[in-house]
Each structure stands twice: as C-alpha cells, then as structure tokens.
C-alpha cells in the first residue's frame, strides 16, 4: 500500500490495493477514469448468411452521449449449442475494412488513412477489406467465437488536434483546456470498450460472462487498460503493446541510450509523449527524464486484472516493443496472480520462439515483425479455448 502497509490476502489486495493503483494511473498516466453512461444501441442491418451461411454480421449503431454513435459490427457464429464466448477488439480505420462486403456502414468522419476516390482522411470504397487478413474473422468463428469490433476514432479521433476537441465530452467540468488529470486518450478509448461490452451484454447470442479483449499495439495498450479498470472482462490479449501498456516505463539505459540514427533501442517514455501528447495525461510528462520517479509500472496494470488471463504476445523483430521488458512485467506481476488466483507466470524463462506458454499470465513470441496476423488469432484462439471454454 502506498502507506508502507504489505498486502498479505486477496482480500486486501482487491478491495484495498488494486483500487488505490487505479486512482494512481489514472492521476498519473491515462487521466480520470469517466464515468459510465446509459448505452442505447439500434441494429441498423444484419446478414445471417454471412460468410457462406456459418456466421450472422449485425451492425450496431451505439448511442455512448459523444454526440454521435460508435458503430459496433458483432459477428456471431451459427452452429452454436449455446451463447458463444467473444472476442471484443477496437480497430484502426472502420469495420469496413475487415470484411469484404459492400454494405458495411464506411465510417462518416475522420480515419486515418487517404484512399483513392475519397477527401483526405476520410473513408472509400477502396478501403473495404484492407485489414481482413489482420483479423481472419472466419477463423474465429470456426473455432466457435464471435467477434464485437469498432473504430477507435468514432470515440476519440487518433489525431493530436481532433483528439483534444473530442475529449471535451468526457470531462465533467466541460472546460476547454485538458488538466493534468484529466481523461487522455487512451483511457477514453478504453472507457469505449466498456460502452461497447454494456451493449454485448444485452445480446443474446453471446456469453456475457467470457467476453475477452484483445488489440494490437495503441489498441493492445487500450484493451490492456480497459481489463484493468473494467472488472466484468473475462481475458485480455495485448499485442506488442509495448511503452506506455504492457512494456515498462523504467527502462534500462542501456536500452533508453540513443543511437546514432536518433532513436533508442526501445519505445520510451520521453519518445511516446512527444509523438502521441494525446494519448496520456499532462501528469505523465512530468516522468519524462526521471521515469524512476512513477509511482507504479506496467506490472501492476497488469496486476489489476489479476484472477483474469493475460496474454501478451509479441514478435522477434519488434524490438521497439521491448518484448523481453514485456516478459519481465510478467514475472513481476506474478507475487499477485498467485496471491489472488493461487497460480500465475508458470515459467522462469521466455518460452521459445513459436511456443505459446498457456499459463495464466501467458506469453508468446513469434518470428516477424510489428503486426497482428492470421497465425497470432490462431494462438490467441489457442489460448481462449483454455481459459473460456
């Protein structure tokens, strides 16, 4: 505790411990946690012939109060015996992208990428399908697992200009100045995920209770905090979430020393405020050049989700993740899994490249570079059938 006291029971840990490091990261890092609102969602169309009869595509329109809907697309298998497990996951430019359909909604506002026939930053048709292969929807839902997705910015822009607009509608004060506490972006788009989870759990198709999150990079360092302040999520699955998620903020030198190409070995603290400012609280700047002086890590965001699974997947060539630091958080992590959930690391070691370690606080590690892949939901399926089946 931060008063010197040392958590000896579960008891201690959940009601005592694990709140007073959610104040911490939300005052120091990822800004006010906001608070919940009533959710109203209308199905605006649905396909239950989808993918050659095996899966039912519903397109939700969620009214959250930001003054415009977030559109929830929900892929449900068909031969199911019972409510099927899901996977919840934000993605980068619109739902559009992971089907090839024509009739998926193009989102109307600001995505991140140009395409042929569009304004700058705004969605075409030459986008549909471009990240099918990211997400293998059909594999899911061959494994028996539906798949609730949305895009970050119909919550908060991923732009520094949009973003500090956007955020306005979640601070109480309504002031047009972000304070140093208040809700960053990532928080915000982890608060999305539970609006999103408040809709699933009106859906009958699907388990409410062995509903998991999963997201890659920015969105691995969302699913991540979204599991750690939102204790009805099931599993978490980060991908090479690295700095500022499942990496930690105290960094060795010799890895935080710049190169002579200007850019250290590994994503740091300093380097992901100036590039994304948006993304964190005014407070996390003040750890820039003595991250030392952060009264947590990653560890225990880690730790917050504690008796839930955690997997933390990573790739040989994403070094700018820190993969091994990534390892580490786990093995610190560890004392608390087993204090709560009586198990958790289960190994002393990284496991070889290509071989899953399964354990509760779980790690894999593939030959490749910064991405997320057909192969890496093969695994993460793996691990789901574990832990929610």
């Known amino acids: 505790m931060r008063d010197g006291t040392r958590v000896t029971t579960k008891e201690q840990w959940l ?66 015996t019972r409510p099927a497990a899901c996977f919840l996951g934000m993605n980068f430019n619109g739902n559009y992208q992971l089907l090839d359909d024509p009739k998926i909604q193009l989102p109307q506002g600001w995505v991140g990428d140009k395409f042929p026939g569009a304004e700058p930053n705004r969605a075409a048709d030459a986008g549909r399908g471009k990240q099918k ?23 908060v822009p991923d732009d520094r200009v949009l973003a500090e607009a956007a955020l306005k ?19 915000a788009w982890a608060w999305g995920f539970s609006r999103m989870l408040d809709y699933l759990l009106t859906v009958p198709e699907i388990d409410g209770k062995r ?40 960094v060795a030198p010799e890895l935080a020393a710049w190169k002579a ?43 917050l989700c ?35 959930a009586g198990d958790g690391l289960g190994a002393e070691k990284m496991p070889e490249v290509g071989k899953l370690l399964d354990s509760r606080l779980g790690y894999y590690i593939r030959e490749g570079k910064h991405s997320m892949t057909t192969p890496d939901w093969k695994v993460w399926l793996d691990y789901a059938d574990k832990w929610l089946k």
């Not at 120091?28 to 608070?35: L, S, T, V």
């Open 15 to 80: 009601t005592k411990r694990a709140p007073e490091l959610r104040e911490l990261f939300a005052h120091y890092m990822y800004g006010a946690h906001p608070a919940s609102r009533t959710v109203t969602g209308s199905v605006i169309r649905e396909d239950k012939a989808a993918f050659g009869g095996k899966a039912t595509v519903r397109e939700v329109s969620a009214d959250c109060g930001l003054g415009s809907p977030v559109h929830l697309m929900i892929v449900i298998p068909n031969a199911r």
């Open 133 to 155: 292969d990211k997400w293998a929807l059909e594999q899911s839902i061959d494994r028996g697992y539906a798949v609730a997705t949305f895009f970050s910015s119909e919550v």
């Open 169 to 187: 509608n979640l601070r109480p004060s309504g002031s047009e100045v972000r304070g140093p506490a208040d809700t960053a972006t990532i928080m």
């Open 211 to 250: 509903i998991a999150v999963v997201g890659h990079s920015r969105n691995g360092k969302t699913a991540l905090v979204a599991a750690a302040f939102d204790e009805r999520i099931a599993l978490a699955i980060p991908s090479q979430a690295g700095c500022g998620g499942s990496a930690p903020d105290r």
């Open 261 to 303: 190409n200007g850019r250290p070995t590994v994503e740091t603290l300093p380097v992901i405020n100036k590039s994304f400012p948006y993304w964190f609280c005014g407070n996390f700047k003040l750890f820039n050049e003595e991250p030392a002086r952060l009264p947590f890590d990653q560890h225990e965001l880690i730790a």
């Open 306 to 340: 504690a008796p839930r699974p955690v997997l933390l997947s990573n790739a040989t060539e994403d070094a700018w993740a820190n993969p091994p630091g990534q390892f580490e958080m786990l093995r610190a992590a560890d004392p608390v899994y087993r204090l709560v």
